[in-house]
């Protein structure tokens, strides 16, 4: 963490159940599960801040039962579940040893139940984490959210988030070790983090890391998201950014609303990042829930034969 902010940890009793299905619509069969709410990153962009179970920055709420639960609801449930998603709206990999000793704990129970595990972080991924997905070939993938290599503009926008040294680090060791990885470039910010130059950049270090594959989609904004502060580096500004967001969509994962740049400029930008990250051999998909304009492709698994053409992602 690139913070020493002291964080206010509150265990509290996990009383439904533990294993939900999300609202995305490419996850909606599968299964995702938050041992947190809260988070330490203080992403300046950050959706789960518009949702009231989620505490006010500083603050973790740790669902100290959940590991016990989890092994009291999978033998109940009809059918195994097939993938478990790490997570919608909390860091699986929280600098807290509590809550790492019992995220290591779900993730090695689903992985011997032979459950899929699909992850997300911009976290620091402790080495006991690596080693054990790489016991578990083809059964773990994990996306490393990475949108720039400036560590400056990093701390600017997800302050208290992995550095970028971190960060890359990640990519390297999962690589390294066999587990199926890829950087997710999510979320791009227009003007700031999605320059040729700065794309350029993130391509070569990713490509250093032995990483061939990437996600992207750009930064959506929505009723919540909002710093509480002026956000600016050099010329650029959240304010004068904002502007640019006239595109509404009012049926995101299902009745959601939110607000996107015009589907011209993510077009342009995202033919461009491929364009770029064709010339270091990494290849880009794009994230079809915020870009339904533009592509069929989905940024996570999909069944076989669903989700009209989307391909599916292969643990590889």
Request: glycine share 6%; aromatic share 10%; hydrophobic share 35%.
């Given at each position: ?190 003007g700031l983090t999605d320059g040729n130059e700065s794309l ?19 930064l959506f904004l929505r009723w919540g998201i909002y710093p ?13 950014m904002r502007r640019l967001y006239t595109l509404k969509v ?67």
């Amino acid at each position: 963490m690139s913070s020493t902010r002291q964080l206010r940890i509150v265990a509290i009793k996990r009383r439904g159940r533990v294993l939900r299905h999300p609202l995305l619509p490419c996850l909606a069969r599968y299964h995702t599960l938050n041992l947190t709410a809260g988070c330490p990153n203080e992403c300046f962009y950050c959706y789960s801040q518009s949702y009231e179970f989620v505490p006010s920055w500083g603050t973790v709420a740790y669902y100290e039962n959940t590991l016990e639960r989890l092994r009291a609801e999978l033998p109940r449930m009809k059918k195994k579940p097939e993938l478990v998603y790490f997570s919608t709206y909390s860091e699986p990999f929280l600098p807290i040893e509590q809550i790492l000793s019992a995220q290591f704990e779900i993730m090695k129970m689903l992985l011997e139940q032979k459950v899929r595990v699909l992850i997300s972080t911009k976290g620091k991924i402790p080495h006991r984490f690596v080693s054990l997905f790489a016991e578990y070939p083809g059964m773990v993938h994990v996306q490393v959210g990475i949108t720039t290599v400036n560590d400056r503009v990093r701390e600017l926008i997800e302050p208290n988030a992995s550095s970028v040294d971190e960060r890359l680090d990640n990519l390297k060791r999962l690589r390294g070790s066999g587990v199926s990885v890829e950087a997710r470039i999510d979320p791009l910010i227009p003007g700031l983090t999605d320059g040729n130059e700065s794309l350029d950049s993130l391509m070569r270090e990713i490509v250093k890391c032995g990483v061939r594959d990437a996600v992207a989609s750009y930064l959506f904004l929505r009723w919540g998201i909002y710093p509480t502060k002026e956000i600016a580096y050099g010329d650029w500004s959240f304010r004068k950014m904002r502007r640019l967001y006239t595109l509404k969509v009012t049926d995101y994962c299902g009745n959601g609303i939110i607000w996107l740049p015009p589907t011209e400029y993510r077009r342009e930008r995202y033919q461009t990042l491929k364009k770029i990250a064709g010339s270091y051999g990494v290849r880009i998909k794009l994230c079809r829930c915020k870009n339904r304009d533009l592509t069929d492709e989905c940024c996570h698994p999909v069944p076989p034969g669903e989700q009209g053409n989307m391909q599916q992602l292969r643990f590889l």
